[in-house]
């Protein structure tokens, strides 16, 4: 094999000589009659004509190119044809407010901009006053037709000429509050993460990875970069997200690197099935898992099941088991998960079925990974030990420490905000808390800057409460309130599809908005209570609203990358919150409902 390629700019010359015809790319034809393959050689020279365009248009080595669009090959094609050009590439998440459009644009100091499309491309002329330094804007669907005038020679040089201490990209962190920062990675700190994370996961020629991902997001612009790498396909989902269940029955990859939402919804959707299928629908399935992590448990160990418990696998395996792995195409050998914590029961239950699913944890300041579960190397409720030449450590105050190759060497223009999360030793203050076991397994437990003080001086994690309530399949997202408050209360939205399906099942007509609805309620009032049950008493939720709508980008409450808005949410929603507490407050001074932590109770001013 030839010796892989030390920086990002020649990557796809390096996969072309590589890998040569085999499929690169897969995608839903413009035409939408089928799918689309593109090859590694025809990958590199897309990614040449786009090159010597850009460089064409007077994009110098160092420049920043940003790229405006959904996950799609276009910005595949875009990503490497930039850096081939010696350029930075800057991502923008295509949901970005006009604001933070014009300020990532003006503060990466973007000279072009490629958009997805006119729309998008309207957005950027939109703000252009905002960003005086952008020259041109390119649409996606008008990329081959740019004059790729600059000689190839040129192009190819520029790549040979990049070092692994040159800027490859600037990253724009969705940050739960005020506008992002700029993280710059350089080629040297993804194709470290690359070296370290190739040999944790089988993979090469002949597999395919599903790519729903936003590629403004690290993991997913790692996982396009490892596919590649090992000469497999990387497939693009068909564009609209609610689609992406049904897509996977029929690309039928091998390796899905997707959020905890996503598996979770599956494992919910067999459960309502199998409660729809009769009242002893769920034990079975449950008695199914049992069977199920029984033989891996055994699998794990060397040994062969015998009598009852191999009689009970074969039933789980002539039945529900099939079932699962073929809503994930039937082929899949491995998945992914990270930006935020899966449910423990989803996990045994994927495991259970036979399908291998590895938790890992990292950010953009660390070049996406520190840590990762993988084969012959797992602990259930970890994300894993560091990777190779990652030192991680926990401070005093309980913060997660990580130092190694992956780690960036700062935010754009920003010395004050680095200094705040590098120190002189070179350790990144990852803002995260967490503890490491005998092993060297990393827990990640809530994030430094969320911890809530109580009035009485109790120091709680609201990521553990808000974890343990998103557990129950009715809840989509929890936000724990009680900073300087006697007691913590939770704001909860609603898992719709899991409300719809389960009003249909029971026959309960529900009137908008659900959450009004008393029957909903209770089982709002069960989720909290069984959250109780988990957590300790100081941190037990009190009292519970349930909004009329969930949580999302486009209504500010949550980032490009899914994390809760906190500080948006507490504003936007202060009445309620100031409602629950004094709803909370007459009940206790009469003497009447006590605590939920204590009785299991709970009060709602949902109605």
Not at 32 to 51: H, K, M, N
Not at 468 to 483: C, T
């Amino acid at each position: 094999m030839r010796q892989r390629p030390g920086t990002l700019a020649e990557f796809t010359e390096w996969a072309g000589a590589q890998y040569g015809e085999l499929p690169a790319l897969r995608f839903k034809s413009p035409a939408g009659d089928g799918w689309t393959e593109v090859g590694y050689a025809q990958l590199r020279e897309t990614v040449r004509t786009g090159g010597r365009a850009l460089i064409a248009l007077g994009v110098c080595p160092g420049d920043r190119v940003a790229v405006l669009a959904e996950t799609r090959p276009e910005w595949t094609y875009t990503y490497f044809a930039a850096l081939a050009a010696g350029a930075v590439v800057v991502p923008v998440y295509p949901t970005a407010g006009e604001d933070e459009l014009a300020w990532v644009l003006d503060d990466s100091g973007a000279g072009v901009v490629v958009c997805e499309n006119a729309a998008q491309a309207d957005r950027v002329a939109g703000v252009r006053v905002k960003a005086p330094g952008v020259r041109h804007v390119v649409r996606m669907d008008e990329w081959g037709a740019l004059p790729a005038t600059a000689p190839l020679p040129e192009l190819l040089a520029r790549g040979a000429r990049r070092t692994p201490d040159d800027l490859c990209a600037i990253v724009y962190t969705s940050g739960t509050t005020g506008l992002p920062k700029g993280c710059q990675l350089t080629h040297g700190n993804l194709v470290a993460v690359l070296d370290a994370t190739l040999p944790l996961h089988e993979g090469g020629p002949g597999d395919l990875t599903y790519l729903y991902l936003p590629l403004a997001h690290m993991l997913a612009q790692l996982v396009q970069l490892t596919a590649l790498r090992r000469g497999s396909t990387l497939c693009y989902f068909g564009g609209r997200i609610e689609n992406v269940v049904d897509e996977l029955a029929e690309v039928r990859p091998t390796h899905l690197p997707s959020v905890p939402r996503l598996f979770e919804k599956v494992h919910a959707s067999v459960l309502a099935l199998a409660e729809s299928r009769g009242p002893d629908g769920r034990e079975r399935v449950e008695a199914a898992v049992r069977a199920g992590l029984a033989a891996a448990d055994a699998r794990e160990r060397g040994e062969e099941l015998t009598g009852e418990a191999k009689a009970a696998w074969e039933a789980a395996e002539a039945g529900l088991f099939p079932l699962v792995r073929a809503a994930f195409g039937g082929r899949l050998r491995w998945g992914v998960t990270g930006a935020a914590p899966i449910a423990p029961q989803t996990m045994d239950f994927l495991r259970a079925c036979g399908l291998q699913i590895f938790e890992g944890y990292g950010m953009t300041e660390s070049g996406g990974v520190i840590s990762l579960n993988h084969p012959g190397a797992v602990r259930p409720g970890t994300v894993g030990r560091p990777i190779e030449g990652v030192e991680v450590r926990i401070a005093a105050d309980g913060e997660v420490l990580a130092r190694g190759p992956g780690v960036f060497p700062g935010y754009h223009g920003d010395p004050a905000a680095t200094a705040e999360v590098l120190d002189a030793d070179g350790w990144l203050h990852t803002g995260d808390l967490g503890s490491l076991d005998e092993d060297g397994y990393l827990r990640i437990t809530g994030r430094k800057k969320d911890i809530v003080i109580t009035s009485g001086g109790k120091n709680l994690t609201p990521s553990l409460a808000e974890f343990a309530l998103q557990q129950s399949r009715w809840i989509s997202r929890a936000v724990m309130i009680g900073d300087r408050r006697p007691y913590p209360v939770a704001l909860l939205t609603l898992d719709a599809d899991e409300i719809t399906a389960w009003a249909a099942r029971q026959g309960v007509r529900l009137t908008a908005p659900a959450a009004r609805h008393p029957a909903v309620r209770r089982l709002c009032e069960e989720a909290v209570r069984a959250a109780n049950g988990q957590l300790s008493r100081p941190a037990r939720i009190r009292a519970f609203h349930i909004l009329d709508e969930d949580f999302s980008v486009e209504n500010g409450m949550l980032t490009p990358s899914l994390k809760l808005r906190r500080a948006a949410i507490t504003e936007r929603h202060a009445a309620e919150i100031d409602t629950l507490y004094e709803r909370t407050e007459k009940r206790r001074t009469k003497g009447g409902t006590k605590a939920s932590g204590e009785t299991g109770e709970s009060s709602d001013t949902s109605g």
